[in-house]
T-cell receptor
Framework: QQQVKQSPQSLIVQKGGISIINCAYE??????FPWYQQFPGKGPALLIA?????SEKKEGRFTISFNKSAKQFSLHIMDSQPGDSATYFC?????????FGAGTRLTVKP | DTGVSQDPRHKITKRGQNVTFRCDPI?????LYWYRQTLGQGPEFLTY????????KSRLLSDRFSAERPKGSFSTLEIQRTEQGDSAMYLC?????????????FGQGTRLTVV
C-alpha cells in the first residue's frame, strides 16, 4: 500500500553540514515529486518540486536529485541551519493523487 | 491572513459523538483537498473537490465520514459516531488550476482527539 518510502526516519546534522533525505516510489505513472517542510503545529509547506524530465533542480540551499530509472529521488540541504529543523515529507503524484512518504525529522544542531 | 484556514485547531470529543470541521481555502482556489495525518506519518488523502463537486474519495473515507463544499468555497468534514482510531490531524489544502500538479497550500490542521 505504501507507494512512497522515505528514509531516514530521523536525522541529526551539525550546523553547516549537508542533510540528505531519500525517497523511493513504485508507481511509474507519478509525474510530479514535491518536498514539503512541516514545523510543529503547522501544515506542510511546499519547499521544492521536480518533474521527471530533469535529473536535478536547485533552489537556494535546497536541491532535488532525481533518478528515473531507479525510481528514487532525494533532497539535499546544503549549509544546514538550526532553522531548518523540521519534518520533511517527500511526495509523488499523478494528477490529484498525491502520496506522501512517512517523513524525516531533521534536527540541525548549532 | 490569506492562507488556508481551518477551524477548530483542536477538538476533543467522546467516542460516539459527531464532529464537524471547517476549511476556508484561499479565495480563488477551485480545488480543495482533505487529508488525515497520524503521528509520525505523512498525510493520507481522504477526498477532493473541484469547485462544489466531490470528484474523488479515498477508501480510507468510511461511511461515517462525509464532506461537503456547498458553494464551491468553504468545505466541511463531518465524522459521525467517532472512534478512537479517528484521532489524527485533519489537514485541508487548496490549489488553483485545471491542469495537473498545481501547488497545494495546506492549512494548519484540526487535531482531533477521541477519548
Amino acid at each position: 500500500q505504501q507507494q512512497v518510502k522515505q528514509s531516514p526516519q530521523s536525522l541529526i546534522v551539525q550546523k553547516g553540514g549537508i542533510s540528505i533525505i531519500n525517497c523511493a516510489y513504485e508507481n511509474t505513472a507519478f509525474d510530479y515529486f514535491p518536498w514539503y517542510q512541516q514545523f510543529p503545529g503547522k501544515g506542510p509547506a511546499l519547499l521544492i518540486a521536480i518533474r521527471p524530465d530533469v535529473s536535478e533542480k536547485k533552489e537556494g540551499r535546497f536541491t532535488i536529485s532525481f533518478n528515473k530509472s531507479a525510481k528514487q529521488f532525494s533532497l539535499h540541504i546544503m549549509d544546514s541551519q538550526p532553522g531548518d529543523s523540521a519534518t520533511y515529507f517527500c511526495a509523488a503524484s499523478k494528477g490529484n493523487d498525491m502520496r506522501f512518504g512517512a517523513g524525516t525529522r531533521l534536527t540541525v544542531k548549532p | 491572513d490569506t492562507g488556508v484556514s481551518q477551524d477548530p485547531r483542536h477538538k476533543i470529543t467522546k467516542r460516539g459523538q459527531n464532529v464537524t470541521f471547517r476549511c476556508d481555502p484561499i479565495s480563488e482556489h477551485n480545488r480543495l483537498y482533505w487529508y488525515r495525518q497520524t503521528l509520525g506519518q505523512g498525510p493520507e488523502f481522504l477526498t477532493y473537490f473541484q469547485n462544489e463537486a466531490q470528484l474523488e474519495k479515498s477508501r480510507l473515507l468510511s461511511d461515517r465520514f462525509s464532506a461537503e463544499r456547498p458553494k464551491g468555497s468553504f468545505s466541511t468534514l463531518e465524522i459521525q459516531r467517532t472512534e478512537q482510531g479517528d484521532s489524527a490531524m485533519y489537514l485541508c489544502a487548496s490549489s488553483l488550476g485545471s491542469g495537473h500538479n498545481t501547488e497545494a497550500f495546506f492549512g494548519q490542521g484540526t487535531r482531533l482527539t477521541v477519548v
